[in-house]
């Protein structure tokens, strides 16, 4: 059974322990296909509306078998952060990495994403949504 919420202790540990620099190297070295530009809405859930790109890193899979999440931002400063949640209706955990995003942006996907944990969409069961700062 997946927990309701990721502990302070693990948080710090995933900070820590990520290896920011592979990934980085990762996302420029493969790229990324955006497929849900800014401002469009979500396929199946309408009410959602995009703040930043949304997409994937090529070449990757994640524990779902789906590519790796990305959104992207209109800065420059690569990679800045992950977002981690728990989606305990479809049983899945995932990190969707925040590159090239502004201090602005993050608030505002990490906001748009936080009303389907709180339960406020018809949209996404997401149970908890955080924010983790790379670290370095």
């Known amino acids: 059974m ?7 202790a693990f948080l ?6 990520l290896h920011w620099e592979a ?4 996302i420029r070295q493969n790229g ?16 959602i509306i995009y703040p930043i790109d949304y997409g994937y890193i090529n070449g990757t899979r ?27 209706r479809r049983g ?14 993050v608030w505002s996907t990490v906001h748009q994403l936080r009303p389907a944990a709180a339960g406020g969409l018809s949209g996404p069961s997401l149970s ?3 924010a983790v700062e790379r670290l370095g």
């Open 23 to 26: 990934w980085e190297q990762l």
């Open 2 to 8: 997946l927990p309701t919420a990721y502990s302070p």
């Open 92 to 105: 899945k955990r995932e990190v969707k990495f925040l590159y090239n995003c502004t201090a602005e942006e």
């Open 12 to 17: 710090k540990l995933f900070a820590r322990s």
């Open 128 to 130: 908890h949504v955080v």
């Open 32 to 47: 990324w296909t955006i497929d849900r530009p800014y401002r469009s809405r979500h396929p199946l859930f309408p009410e």
């Open 62 to 88: 994640s524990s779902d078998g789906e590519p790796v999440d990305l959104f992207v931002g209109r800065g420059h400063r690569g990679l800045v952060g992950a977002i981690l949640t728990i989606d305990r």
